[in-house]
Each structure stands twice: as structure tokens, then as C-alpha cells.
């Protein structure tokens, strides 16, 4: 499937035109009525439509702009294309099929369009590449959403909504988002929710936040007032009183006497049943076992700090902006990325030190670092909130650092229930690899490659070479190339440092390396090596090579990609194709 156009579309006034190609519209936001094909939509929010070439569409506007995002691709599957795309387009029926799909705020469809077309516009080398990638993590979450809808037609508006509750009973809810989500008016919502469950979507809520919170406090080792917060409560008074009006007993009462849910025994709880409360149990309270132990988590985490830059980058590729990053005003110098990093992310202190106090003031639901920087603060940081832990530098030769990124980015993405979008993405990495891993290898003598971070110290002229097991070896392993550099012993870092005037290579290995564009002395003397290619690269002025920003060489999906593009770029002196 190729990616034809990513546009966010700006309407004052009637538009009307016809689908360029098969692609989405997703409404954003201030629209009065679209008419895709022959539906109207009115008031619609956050809806997915797709259609094949030619799809009438007319767009109307509310008094103000309205916004729209389009997106054409077209389906074209070259004697490469992995199986499983094929079954899914089967599947889904790509290309004509006129479709809707009511994604909600919460889904990561708007994130992902939102970062989608912001790679795009870019200029970057990669970027589009990485938009692409982002596509088809959109074509996942787009089928998913397709499933659950067909799996759910007969009652899916009361359907939706308890879903919505079910996932985001611990935030604030009002009547409007309910009806907004099942796109239906706050009386006719409230009609059609009280003929099907006897409640009113708000009672309904309640009696589920209740559930909810007789689990954890029999399950859990949370304070009242901890209880409140992540049972939807601001104010453990008024959830006091609400506890005791629906179960007949406080809160400390029941924690105390371990009562059952068969307290229940009369007047309008005895229905309790109905919201299925072992549900609520899988779903919301979830032991999650890390690196340092277990977390236990309630809830989709919302509010998430970073103790690493790399943890930084799984979020920003999942669509989620971290809350707190540790070195965030650092982060941009040395974490160059095919999207932008948001503005306003907290500065959380030294990696090697993070400010704890600052940590706490955020009040986050979840903590994520490395292990190696994680584990002297463990403790403490799990006071502040849950805290996931991940091992991102082997102990042994017996797993690669490329595997450890595979395994966290994938594990990260289930707690926070974007595994689709992870999936999604990994699954577009493997197929670029395949596709630069073929353009590559007819135009190399060899395929021996090392790859080196440049840096001064003290005047002294510095690599880090990397090692079998390293993040960027597994890169060149993917793209079919084999490490020159061999220390003779394993280094868990995956590194070796060594003096550029001592180091010996032979076998004519192509000879690649990165460097921090603000270090003029290691670019200096970098450069006075004609055999030795700059990977961050951003222009040539005559033989010098001015860098660009630094490719993270222990970063997830996205700076993977960026290297993987970056050494293509190199190894056939062809930047064009692979911007």
C-alpha cells in the first residue's frame, strides 16, 4: 500500500469535491454535517470515513473553521509485500469500500494522524518514510476499530458508551461526551441507556466506579483517598458518601471487614451484577511484571513521566506526550526525530539523578525508566506512582539490545493498549528494512560495515564502536550487513572506546559514523578521514559534510529507522530515494 497525501484540511465554508483516490476523512473537529457517498452525518466528531476514488463528499462547517483531516493512498502490492498485508486488505476490503468507523477522543487515531501528517510536511531525511510507517499503524487501529464495531452492531451505541465508561470511569465524564461519543443527543442517549439497563448513563457510572472501587480496596494496598482518585473521585468526602449510600457501608468499613459484593442484598444494588465486575477487574487493575519486579497499574495511565530518553521515544511514537522527561532541555540536542517533540514537557532532572520532589509535584500514574538508571531510586519512585522498568542492555550475549527494544516497545504498548499501533509500526520497520536491504547490496563491494559515536575529550579524539549485540549492528544486521569490528570480549553496554590514531581496520569495511553537530573538534578531525562516512548528514559544502541533528544510537522505532535510512543513504551515495 503506497501513501499518496497527508493533509489537514481547514473549511470556512461548503466545500464539496470527490475522493482523489481510496483514503479517510477524519473530522475533527467544528463540523455541522458532512455527506460522504449518500449518508449524512450530522454533528459528527471524531469519525473515520473512507471510500475509494470518486466518493462524493461535501463538507459543512459551524460558524467557525472547521478541520478535517485527508488522507489518499493507493493499493499496490509489490512481489515483496508481506502476506499479512494482503490478508488484511483482503479482509477489510481496501481501496473502494465506503466505510465509517466512530474512532472517539480517546482512541489514538487523532494522535496518530496528528504525527502522521506532521512527518509528512517534513523535509527531514526519513521522514516521509516514517509517515508511512505511521500509516499503516493507522490501517491497524482502523481495522481494529472496524471489528469491534461489527462485533457490537446490534446494541452499538449503549455498547460504545459503557465501553467508553469501562475505559475512562477514572477520569472526569460528562452526559455531553457520552452522547458525543455515541453520536446521539444527550435525551436520546439517556432514553436509549435507561430502556436497555434500567439506569440513567449516570447511574450506571456510579454503580461502576463502585465496583471498581470495592476491588481495590480489597485487592490493593492503596490509601482511601488513593481509592477515590482512581475509582473517578476528586473528593474522598463525596466518594465517602456515594460508597456508603450504594453499598451500605464506608469505605474504611468495608476495607476492614473484607465484606463481599453479597452486601448487596437489597434496594437498587442488588443489579450489581450487571456491570460484570471481573470484567472491570482484568481490564482496569493489572499487575505488570518489569525488569525491578511488579507494578500495579488501574486504569490506562494517563499521566506518564520518562526517565530516559529512550523510554521519551516510545511514547512520542505511540502518539502519547510524555508528562515529565528526565534532561528534557537536552533531550532535542542529542533526539533528533522524524516528528517534532512538543513544547512544554517538564524537566524531571539529571538522568543519573532525577529530582524526585519535581517527580511527585507531577503526580503521575505511571513511571518508566531503563533499569540501569531506574534501580538506585526504585523505591522511592514507587511511592510516587507505579514504576515499569526495562532492560534495555543485556547482561549476556544471549539477547541483543535490537531484541530488548522489540520486547519493551511492544510491552510498553500493551499497558498503555496501543498494541495495535506498535504492532503496526514494527511491522512496517521489518518491511522498509526488506525493501533498503534489496536496493543496497547491488551497489556494495562488501558487505562488512562498523559504525562509531565521534566525540572529544579534553582534546583527545574519541569512538564508540560498536559491538555485536549493539542497537546499531542489530540495525546493520537487518539491512544484511555484518560488524567488521570485533573487540574480542563482550561489552554490556555494546560499546568499546578507543583513540581514532589507534584503531586498525582492514577488509575494506565500509566505515560510518555519528557525531554531535555542536562538537567541532571531533568533526574536525573526523573529517580529515576520507574513508569514513558521516551518517547525520545535512548537507555537503565541497568535500566538508556539515551534520544534522543527532541520530540517537540507543532510541527506539523511530531513531532505528532514522539509522537504517541514514546508513542506506550512505553505503550508495543515493540520499534521493530515501528521503
Known sequence: MQLIEVRLCTVEVAMAFSMPASGFVYVADNIQHVEFGDVRY????????????????????????????????????????????????????????????????????RTLLHTMEAAWQQQQPGAQLQAKAYFLSFIYEWVQLQHQSSETADSSPITQVIQYMQHFYAQPITLKQLAEHANYSVPHLCALFKDATGYTPIEYLTRMRVEVAKTLLTESTLSLP?????????????????????VGLSPLHFKRTGQDKSSLTAGPATEASE?????????????????????????????????DWTMA???????????????ADEMPRWLSLPIAIPDGIVDV????????????????????????????????????????????????RQTSEYESL????????????????????????EDSYKVM????????????????IGYSSEQHYLLRLSNDGSLPVGVLERLGLTNAFKPGHYEPLGFTTIEMDKLEVGDNAHMMYLVQRD????????????????????SHRGSRMKPSGMIWPYGGPLSVNMFAVAATRSLTLQSSRYR
Open 313 to 327: 521515544e516510545y511514547l512520542l511514537a505511540l502518539g502519547i506526550v510524555p508528562l515529565g522527561v528526565s534532561e
Open 406 to 429: 522489540e520486547y519493551s516497545f511492544g510491552h510498553l504498548a500493551s499497558v498503555l493498549d496501543r498494541g495495535a499501533l506498535a504492532t503496526g509500526i514494527q511491522c512496517r520497520l
Open 42 to 109: 450530522t454533528e459528527p466528531a471524531d469519525i473515520v470515513l473512507h471510500g475509494g476514488e470518486g466518493t462524493p463528499v461535501q463538507i459543512v462547517p459551524r460558524f467557525n473553521r472547521g478541520r478535517f483531516y485527508l488522507v489518499t493512498y493507493r493499493v499496490e502490492w509489490g512481489q515483496h509485500t508481506d502476506t499479512q498485508w494482503r490478508q488484511l486488505a483482503e479482509q477489510s476490503q481496501f481501496g473502494e469500500r465506503v466505510s465509517t468507523v466512530h474512532a472517539g477522543v480517546e482512541t489514538s487515531l
Open 437 to 452: 536491504r534489496e536496493y543496497i547490496h547491488p551497489r556494495i563491494a562488501t558487505n562488512k560495515a562498523m559504525v562509531a
Open 519 to 538: 562538537d567541532k573538534i571531533a568533526i574536525s578531525r573526523l573529517q580529515k578521514e576520507r574513508t569514513w562516512r558521516m551518517l547525520n548528514v545535512s
Open 349 to 396: 532532572g539529571p538522568r543519573l539523578q532525577p529530582n524526585l520532589q519535581r517527580i511527585a509535584e507531577l503526580s503521575p500514574d505511571l513511571i518508566i525508566g531503563t533499569r540501569m538508571l531506574t534501580e538506585p531510586y526504585y523505591d522511592a519512585l514507587q511511592q510516587i506512582a507505579p514504576t515499569v522498568a526495562y532492560d534495555l542492555f543485556p547482561s549476556s
Open 226 to 246: 488513593e481509592v477515590a482518585e482512581k475509582a473517578g473521585y476528586r473528593d474522598p468526602s463525596y466518594f465517602g458518601r456515594i460508597f456508603k449510600r450504594m
Open 275 to 307: 456491570f460484570n465486575p471481573l470484567m472491570i477487574k482484568r481490564s482496569m487493575l493489572r499487575h505488570i511484571e518489569h525488569a525491578l519486579g511488579e507494578a500495579e497499574i488501574t486504569a490506562i495511565p494517563q499521566r506518564i513521566v520518562a526517565l
